[in-house]
């Protein structure tokens, strides 16, 4: 026994025919849109491993469609699911980004002739600008300015 059933309304399955058939959309609509006429208890009924057969996508993948369907209706199926939170918070916002850059285009510490990446981050750590910092996140953080000072 399925937990989410698919139960398409009419109306719901000529707009994802005429998406299929249209083919002008992005290539996942399609491929849910086929999903979801293909799992219609009221159409064709397939089970989820003739589906996951005949389209070339895994079992798991029409099992969360058909969920998504069900808790949050036909326009979050035919819509790419983003992530809630970005994965990496970024390290350095507008006013800390500005610091660094003033830093950079500062003079270099005595005995150097110039800033290198790992003396900015160490420094920006100091001036606690940030908690930690690799030279890396400096560099790309950099490299978004129009500075050749690295």
């Given amino acids: 026994m399925k937990r989410y059933v698919v139960r398409l309304e009419a109306e719901e399955q000529e707009q994802l025919q005429a998406m299929v058939q249209m083919g002008k959309v992005a290539g996942y ?6 999903i979801l006429l293909m799992a219609d208890a009221d159409g ?3 089970t989820d491993a003739r589906i ?8 798991r ?9 069900v808790e949050q209706g ?5 819509s790419p699911t983003k992530p809630e939170h970005p994965r990496i918070e970024r390290m ?9 850059i003033a830093l950079a285009c500062s003079a270099a510490p005595e005995g150097r002739a110039r800033w290198t990446l790992r003396l900015l981050a160490d420094k920006a750590v100091e001036l606690k600008i940030v ?12 490299k978004k300015t129009r500075s050749s000072r690295i």
């Fill in 29 to 34: 609509k399609i491929r849910h849109a086929q």
């Fill in 52 to 59: 996951a057969e005949g389209l070339g996508v895994s079992v």
């Fill in 131 to 142: 908690p930690r910092v690799s030279h890396e996140t400096v560099r790309q953080t950099l």
């Fill in 92 to 100: 350095f916002d507008g006013e800390k980004e500005a610091r660094l």
């Fill in 74 to 78: 036909l326009e979050a199926c035919l």
């Fill in 61 to 69: 993948q029409i099992e969360y469609l058909r969920q998504r369907l």
């Fill in 44 to 46: 064709p009924g397939w």
